[in-house]
């Protein structure tokens, strides 16, 4: 039972865990690229002064030492004259980027993977603008260095997951231990309280019926207070039943499997609650689609359809409807209860199947509900491993749908 909380426990530690090593690798690459690219544009930018420096207009033409600067095989220098004609260029690659000197002194990556900086060269003594000096270099070792930093973080994060993955399924279990102890002696009191009330509530139950069956052995004004202990009394007796089957399906009660007639069985429950139906003038239908089988505990599958009925007809008011229908989709079977009653709030539509919920806790007595119908219903469906949805608006009505894998 505790299998899914233990799984998603498991789950949200992986998932805080990811969340933070996600935001420490972000930032992680983020400062080391920052600086990674900080460094790379400080270089190219020393080596364009050097480049500028180095070039000087001697007697009307423009000259670049070449023989001064050393750059590595990455690294390019290029001289041009105030047309954009090259003077000079240093360097084993070669550049097929015409001159850009809109961006001067700005960063431009290129399409092949190279960064450049064009700067801006002025004579010496007449500080005219005699031309520019770019110089380039190449991305491929900034880019390799952060590709094996992007591998080694990635895999980083993977071992933690991994490892953190078995550490959560240790702490879980560990973590879960004692609830799931505690909730197997509470499960056990449940039954064993149950089962023990039973014969108290026959006794209670047989003499006020026959109190009642006999009226004038008693006084006239005892007769109201007989019938309030059989009422108390039903009620008891229905709710430590309802306790009972339910410890039951904790502790994977074995199904009396066999082939059940769908349509027969609806068609008698329909029948059963008939008079009541009419005392309400409510429309009852029944749409069946013929031959309709489910393989499963006879007695079980008749208290869910029984308790979704009673519902049905508790909460729907006079003159209205309820309309219970049954087909086969492929190969499931389709049962859906359809009521046009008071309906369920939004907010409570996830807590009806809770075991003692009530969207009105106030008159739970008065009304001999118990809020346990729902959650005996949604554990006898669980047993048959199908399903139950509910779809409702307030003041419009219900719909339950049942969906079982046809046997």
């Known amino acids: ?26 930032a992680v690459r983020w400062n080391f690229t920052r600086s990674l690219n900080q460094q790379f544009n400080f270089r190219l930018e020393n080596l364009a002064k050097a480049a500028a420096f180095n070039m000087d207009n001697d007697e009307g033409k423009l000259e670049a030492d070449e023989d001064e600067i050393i750059v590595d095989r990455q690294q390019i220098i290029e001289w041009f004259d105030l047309e954009g004609k090259m003077v000079g260029e240093q360097g084993e690659s070669e550049l097929d980027t015409p001159l850009e000197t809109k961006y001067l002194e700005q960063t431009q990556d290129y399409p092949n993977s190279i960064r450049s900086i064009t700067k801006p060269v002025y004579h010496s003594e007449t500080k005219e603008l005699i031309g520019y000096a770019r110089v380039s270099e190449s991305l491929g070792e900034l880019n ?50 149950s089962h023990e009330l039973r014969s108290p509530l026959m006794v209670i139950k047989t003499n006020a019926d026959v109190a009642l069956k006999y009226p004038e052995g008693i006084r006239s004004k005892d007769t109201e207070k007989f019938t309030a202990i059989a009422s108390a009394s039903n009620q008891m007796t229905r709710l430590t039943e309802n306790l009972l089957l339910l410890a039951r399906s904790d502790q994977a009660i ?50 869910v359809f029984t308790n979704l009925l009673q519902n049905a007809l508790y909460y729907t008011p006079q003159d209205g409807s309820i309309t219970v229908k049954a087909k086969k989709i492929n190969s499931y079977l389709n049962i859906k209860i359809q009521d046009t009653g008071i309906g369920i709030a939004p907010e409570n539509l996830d807590l009806i199947f809770e075991r003692f919920w ?45 969906c079982f894998l046809e046997n």
């Not at 299998?3 to 935001?23: N, P």
């Not at 909730?183 to 064993?192: G, Y």
């Not at 219903?377 to 608006?393: A, Y």
């Not at 003041?395 to 749908?401: D, N, P, R, T, V």
């Open 1 to 26: 039972m505790f299998q899914k909380t233990r799984l998603q426990l498991t789950l949200a530690y992986l998932g805080v865990l990811s969340l933070i090593l996600t935001l420490f690798t972000v």
């Open 254 to 303: 074995n199904l009396q499997k066999e082939l059940v007639d769908l349509n027969l069985m609806l068609k008698e429950l329909m029948h059963l609650y008939q008079s009541q139906a009419q005392e309400k003038n409510l429309e009852w239908q029944l749409e069946l689609q013929p031959e309709l089988y489910l393989l499963g505990d006879r007695i079980l599958l008749k208290q």
């Open 358 to 402: 009530r969207a009105d806790k106030s008159r739970s007595y008065q009304s001999g509900k118990s809020g346990l119908g729902l959650a005996i219903v949604k554990e006898i469906v669980t047993l048959h491993n199908g399903s139950i949805s509910v779809e409702s608006e307030l003041e419009k009505g219900s719909c339950f749908s049942l």
């Open 144 to 193: 390799n260095t952060l590709r094996r930093l992007d591998y080694g973080l990635g895999s980083g994060i993977a071992i933690a997951l991994l490892a953190s993955g078995f550490g959560s399924i240790w702490l879980t279990r560990r973590a879960m231990e004692p609830i799931e102890v505690s909730f197997e002696r509470l499960k056990q009191f449940t039954a064993d309280a």
